[in-house]
């Protein structure tokens, strides 16, 4: 007997081309449009098929670790070599070049802001403990020279 509803337009070879659009950062909504199917659809897909789920998480953990390790070379800074072609006396030259590219401050800051949250919020928890100190001191002296005045 077959299950009530609509027959599942999902294939095997689904998974191969999952796992490439999440390697170019592809969300279940963008995965929904190519395979044209609902989004409701992909999460079902990814529920019920465990080789579309791997296919799906595995795109994705690759993308983002080349992401990450793209934004760490940025906040490091690096090294990389340039093959560059020139024209001396009408001939082509080729020559190899390694170019620099200093530490990124942002990409520094984003870093450790994600990594090291406690120690590089904008904030410190300590200075968020202070000020709150700080206000209770401004208020208590406040009441006290109202009192004082009479008010």
């Not at 202070?130 to 209770?136: H, I, M, R, V, Y």
Request: with cysteine; aromatic share 8%.
């Amino acid at each position: 007997m077959n299950p009530p509803g609509r027959p599942t337009s999902y294939r095997p070879d689904h998974c191969d081309l999952a796992r490439e659009h999440c390697l170019l950062g592809a969300t279940n909504d963008e995965l929904a449009e190519v395979f044209e199917v609902s989004p409701r659809t992909i999460d079902n897909w990814i529920a019920h098929h465990p080789d579309f789920a791997a296919a799906v998480r595995g795109g994705r953990r690759r993308a983002d670790a080349k992401v990450a390790a793209s934004l760490y070379a940025r906040a490091v800074g690096f090294r990389h070599k340039v093959e560059r072609t020139f024209l001396c006396r009408g001939e082509p030259k080729s020559f190899s070049v390694t170019v620099a590219y200093p530490p990124d401050t942002q990409a520094c800051i984003f870093w450790l802001r994600n990594r090291r949250r406690a120690d590089w919020r904008d904030r410190p928890a300590e200075a968020d403990a202070q000020s709150e100190d700080e206000f209770a001191l401004l208020d208590t002296a406040s009441e006290s020279v109202r009192l004082d005045n009479g008010d």
